[in-house]
Nanobody, 122 residues
Framework: QVQLGESGGGSVQAGDSLRLSCTAS????????VAWFRQAPDKEREFVAF????????SYTDSVKDRFTISRDNAKNTVYLRMNSLKPEDTAVYYC???????????????WGQGTQVTVSS
């Protein structure tokens, strides 16, 4: 398994941008599909974005399409989530997750990070 660590969260104004990073330790990161999830206060965790092992295939939840971009650099064991035009409703703890044998873009995933807080003020 890999260990995941997120970074790049923070407090921003509506319309601003952030780039989250998910860095993995361990071997064979390129064998893992990776996704970002988020959880807002008093809400269930929701899927945000997915990227395949090679990076060729991506998928997004409707609410972030055209605003968020997921990418990966397997040489750096890192997956990124570029978030543009942030809205207050994007406020949440963002988690990255990795898995080798997943049934769908929503998982199940074997490995999870600790999360990074994103707060968007209006």
């Amino acid at each position: 398994q890999v260990q995941l660590g997120e970074s790049g969260g923070g407090s921003v104004q509506a319309g601003d941008s952030l780039r989250l990073s998910c860095t993995a330790s361990g071997r064979m990161f390129s064998m893992y599909a990776v996704a970002w999830f988020r959880q807002a206060p008093d809400k269930e965790r929701e899927f945000v974005a997915f990227i395949s092992r090679s990076g060729i295939t991506t998928s997004y939840t409707d609410s972030v399409k055209d605003r968020f971009t997921i990418s990966r650099d397997n040489a750096k064991n890192t997956v990124y989530l570029r978030m543009n035009s942030l809205k207050p409703e994007d406020t949440a703890v963002y988690y990255c997750a990795a898995g080798q044998l997943i049934a769908s873009v929503r998982g199940p995933y074997d490995c999870w990070g600790q999360g990074t807080q994103v707060t968007v003020s209006s």
